[in-house]
């Protein structure tokens, strides 16, 4: 009896210990708005991404309309850097190095990946192993994997060379980065060997998710296991194919690194890629006007090669569960 | 069951096609493969593109320790194994020249950026996700065409930037301009790991009275831990790997990262650079290696994630 009392008073002295209810003030109203936390919470974010990001964007395009050299604000001279540059034999090299450049070393890389993807993809003994050592290349940074093709590519000692001829195959060394077509494959190779585990161990979390089940019924109904990649691997694949691909056409366009350390765009410009081009003449030559005109001829290569992969190998609502589109 | 299958196995003939299994068979239906088929159409063309994939590294470590008699003697010695490695390189590296303060300097640069791009990161994707203020959408979608801009398109006129705030061959430059490649990158990954948490459990915190500040910190971050990690070791690879914007902004070779001091600094007329070349290389590749080593699924998870989403 004691005890409910008790119970009965400490319930009522809360209830009125309350306060009377108040009404919420704009303040109040504010600390909840989901308008105004959500500008706070973005501010870091979008502070830090305005002015190293949107602001630089926007002032490369600019400088590309202007004379600007280092240490010295340009004036708007209009088109003259691309009227220049239209004229350039250099420029021109430079966008047909670089576009062979990202054809040859994507398509490969695409090819070899999906190749790796799918043998990694079997019943394998030390799988996760066997995974973990294949992103190495990705992981190591690119300039000091690049110091290794460099001193691999070495013109009188390189490895390659050697046990070529030890097999009998060559006669001399080859000359991988002084020969005009050899430093292009040669670089080609570097990128290829760099690229090739991104896109297999991003293929592969792809494939994990295809049910064998598929491919047991197609192998019921007779499929060759060409049938059973072309109708039933690659169509269920080919959203993170559009992806993995886009970023790999668009980190090998923009690539800078392994050039600059194997072959700073030499010999006589045959590796130059625009990006390293535009270096050479903005930060090494001091122009920056007409580095920022390379850097701002980029833009238009790369969003049409975003859009081809984009649109191109978009999501299908069947592979969603859908209805056929 | 498993002896009829070990025998279909044995004998291709029984089975319907056995011949067809080729390399994109999966789990179901791989025990169909005979040992020597295997052999050439998985285990083969599986350890040719292994080999290709390691021998740099493999060239790299033992050229680091080569004596430098053998370094360049290919016929006497055998290149491609030495039998009295030596120390003298690395020596040489890491005394001799100011490797270890470059050593020092990356790690320094990609902490910090690490860690502020991680800051920001989670504020913005969990406002992004859960607060879903007005125009969310279009700001993830801009996010998303940020972690699209390449470094290579940005770097003559962040330079000017740099250098109008003052911040030119200090590290504050590399601190403050590395999250503008990784904030994209971190946001985008956390807003997929924030949009698996439940609902119901901020709606719980919010009924007793939770800030939006204590919901993110006592019950969002503790279940996206796997989403940091991830974040977090990706984002230090990426700063480890970053070379032109540390290239344009950095010139005292005090205060160069490991990447760029190799090219710059290291590289000299020395017929026996090699040796301490690839020793450098090989030291500036070690720490993300064995991050990688013990992180591996959260790596991959922050690389596939990424992409998937």
């Known amino acids: 009896m004691q005890g409910s009392n008790l119970m009965t008073d400490v319930a009522l002295k809360s209830r009125l210990d309350k306060r009377p209810i108040q009404e919420p003030t704009s303040w109040d109203r504010l600390k909840v708005n989901k308008n105004w936390l959500g500008l706070w919470f973005m501010l870091p974010a979008g502070a830090i991404l305005m002015l190293f990001l949107a602001y630089p964007l926007g002032l490369g395009v600019w400088l590309s309309f202007t004379d600007a050299k280092i240490g010295r604000a340009g004036e708007f001279v209009g088109l003259e850097n691309y009227e220049w ?162 970023f790999s056409v668009l980190f090998t366009f923009t690539d800078f690194q392994l050039i600059w350390v194997m072959t700073r765009g030499g010999p006589v410009n045959a590796t130059h890629l625009m990006a390293t081009l535009s270096y050479q003449r903005a930060i090494i030559g001091g122009s920056l006007g007409e580095g920022a005109a390379i850097s701002t001829a980029m833009i238009p290569f790369l969003l049409a090669a975003i859009m081809v992969s984009w649109f191109g190998l978009q999501r299908r609502k069947w592979q969603q569960g859908g209805d056929n589109d | 069951m498993t002896d009829t299958l070990a025998a279909k196995a044995a004998n291709p003939k029984t089975v319907l096609n056995a011949s067809v299994a080729g390399p994109d068979a999966s789990e179901g239906m791989s025990y169909l493969d005979s040992l020597p088929r295997r052999l050439v159409t998985l285990y083969l063309p599986l350890g040719l593109i292994l080999v290709v994939l390691l021998f740099p590294f493999y060239w790299m470590a033992l050229t680091s320790v080569k004596p430098d008699e053998q370094l360049l003697d290919f016929d006497v010695y055998s290149p491609f194994w030495t039998w009295n490695p030596t120390f003298k390189h690395i020596h040489k590296l890491l005394f001799d020249t100011e490797y270890p303060i470059w050593l020092w300097n990356t790690m320094l640069v990609a902490t910090c950026a690490t860690a502020l791009s991680i800051f920001a990161s989670v ?38 930037v740099v250098f109008q705030y003052g911040l030119f061959d200090t590290p504050f430059a590399l601190i403050l301009t590395y ?62 790997n970053e070379f032109i914007y540390a290239l344009t902004f950095i010139s005292s070779t005090h205060y160069k990262t490991v990447p760029v001091a190799i090219v710059t600094a290291l590289v000299d007329g020395d017929v026996y650079r090699w040796g301490s070349l690839m020793a450098g290389a090989l030291i500036g590749s070690l720490p993300l290696v064995i991050l990688y080593a013990f992180f591996v699924e959260h790596y991959v998870s922050a690389m596939t994630g990424a992409v998937k989403e």
Do not use: H
Not at chain 2, 145 to 156: D, G, K, M, R, W
């Open chain 2, 179 to 240: 999250p503008t490649i990784l904030i994209p990158f971190s946001t985008w990954l956390l807003m997929g790991y924030f949009k698996t948490i439940p609902f119901e459990l901020e709606e719980c915190a919010l009924i007793d009275g939770a800030s939006r500040w204590q919901i993110l910190t006592k019950i969002v971050l503790p279940l996206a831990i796997p989403g940091l990690i991830s974040a977090f070791i990706f984002c230090f690879t990426l700063c480890w």
């Open chain 2, 123 to 160: 504020l913005a994707a969990y406002a992004i996700v859960r607060l879903r203020y007005r125009g969310a959408q279009w700001v993830g979608g801009a996010i998303f065409l940020a972690y699209l801009v390449p470094p290579s398109i940005l770097f003559i006129p962040l330079s000017t």
């Open chain 1, 85 to 246: 540059l239209g004229g350039d034999s250099t420029f021109l090299l430079s966008v047909f190095n670089t576009l062979l450049y990202t054809t040859v070393a994507s398509v490969i890389k695409f090819a070899v990946g999906l190749y790796l993807a799918l043998l990694l993809n079997e019943r394998l003994p030390f799988k996760a192993i066997l995974r973990a050592v294949v992103l190495i290349p990705f992981i190591v940074p690119t300039v000091l994997s690049a110091i290794a093709f460099w001193w691999i590519y070495d013109a009188q000692f390189s490895i390659i060379s050697w046990s070529l001829k030890q097999m009998g195959l060559i006669e001399t060394n080859i000359d991988f980065l002084g020969d005009v077509w050899n430093a292009r494959w040669s670089t080609i190779f570097a990128n290829i060997w760099r690229g090739v585990p991104f896109v297999a161990i991003t293929l592969l979390a792809g494939l994990q998710t295809v049910s064998p089940s598929l491919y047991e019924a197609a192998t019921i109904d007779g499929a060759t296991p060409w049938q059973r990649f072309r109708f039933i691997t690659y169509p269920l694949l080919t959203p993170i194919i559009a992806v993995v691909m886009t």
